[in-house]
DNA sequence: AATATGATTTTTGTTAACAATCAGTAACTG
DNA sequence: CAGTTACTGATTGTTAACAAAAATCATATT
């Protein structure tokens, strides 16, 4: 018998976090943005509910802030968010480091390789939305390697944070040397393949130092 | 002129999810239960909405899971599921000796101090939800010192999850040794008054390792 | 003119009703 | 009688309407 791909009930509530998270993370929506939910029912054509779930769902994830019977902002990081953003990815990343340094297989080292070499091609290529999807799966897939829900639950909340401070980063410095995400990316690797854990703690400090301040140097640059 | 303390709007939201949360957190609400809606809007006096928010905000915080078209459920943690929770406290716990091994004072110690020797007390007196409150404040009090509020939400989400499997440790092992706590803290006492980074670690990953193998016990011994 | 007060509008919080889905049971078919 | 199909009750997903709070704007007062 034919075997069907199993089918899954995406909720509108989950359809409309994709949607604001998106239009967040790309900058259509600007931090300090007033939410309104009227405003999104019409656009997106359901009613106030699933909305409003969303918007709960979304502030938990950091992109949103609610204030009581005033209704949903999109957030504006400050620069200590910045900091405390990127110094928890690190202690995520290591404890994806400790929980999967000696579970890499050469298939897995072949796979992140082959994400670094397409990440060049797009890079000289200036396709920046690709970028950010490659870039995102190289991290993803070492997270999900630690087959710890609570990593990947947690990281994934970070990340797409991490995502609209990118795009802040992208407004304020438009030539931005994206080069610099590939000797990242090959220096955890090298650390991964010589399963050296004090180096690749070292790898993610230096990189999200980095990151970080280039963050906080966009926010300056564009919030005042 | 007289100066008020501010007084914030608490929503039926809120109420709701502080109502089921200490009802899955005391065990009213078994693991598996199936938390039926309607039946809460009885119960609680208000209507669905309200309860509905406060399930995904809880589905969110990991106490509660909810299928599709099927509805929410008690979690039932599965011995995987505590070690992954007990090896991120670590990390979170770990994060937060970075951030703040340097920031104590002597009146935090002596805070600390204090609360060690009022958890004698209750411990001595059998006085099990005293104790449980004393050791969730001693290392609240160290993660809020981190002033990372990103730390800060997910170590109290992870909690919230810890209470519930204690109070399943409580069920299934009612003679257990609180003395252990005493032991626990104040070892992480000593390594912050010593700025030992290293020691902290151990300790973290010394005492989150037994109380993971105590609460996966408890899981055994009761689940089946 | 600047500030405070009051009415109006907008927006959120909450409730209640409707539609779709699911679990279980009874009826039908071979 | 085994297995499928139709029905029933219960529960969730969604919509629409109502109530309360906040924001806006006009008016009055000093």
Not at 13 to 21: G, L, T
Not at 54 to 69: F, Q, T, Y
Request: contains cysteine; glycine residues 4%; aromatic residues 6%.
């Amino acid at each position: 018998m034919q075997s069907f791909s199993r089918i899954q009930p995406i909720s509108l509530r989950e359809q409309v976090v994709q949607q604001i998270r998106t239009a967040i993370i790309e900058g259509q929506l600007k931090p300090g943005d007033h939410i309104v939910e009227s405003s999104l029912t019409d656009q997106l054509g359901v009613s106030r509910t699933p909305v409003r779930e969303a918007l709960i769902l979304l502030e938990r994830e950091g992109l949103v802030v609610s204030e009581a019977n005033r209704g949903s902002f999109v957030r504006a990081f400050t620069l200590e968010d910045v900091s405390n953003i990127f110094s928890m990815r690190v202690a995520l990343e290591n404890a994806t480091g400790e929980a999967c340094i000696d579970k890499l297989e050469d298939d897995d080292y072949a796979y992140l390789d082959n994400l670094i070499e397409r990440q060049k091609v797009h890079i000289t290529a200036g396709n920046h939305k690709e970028i950010r999807s490659i870039d995102v799966k190289f991290h993803r897939f070492l997270v999900e390697k630690s087959e710890n829900p609570l990593i990947n639950r947690f990281w994934s909340e970070i990340v797409a944070q991490i995502a609209a401070l990118l795009n802040i980063r992208a407004e304020a410095i438009p030539d931005y040397n994206e080069y610099l995400a590939i000797s990242d990316h090959t220096s955890i690797v090298v650390a991964y393949r010589q399963r050296d854990l004090e180096a690749l703690k070292a790898a993610n400090k230096r990189i999200n130092d980095r990151v970080a301040s280039e963050c906080r140097l966009a926010i300056e640059m564009l919030g005042g």
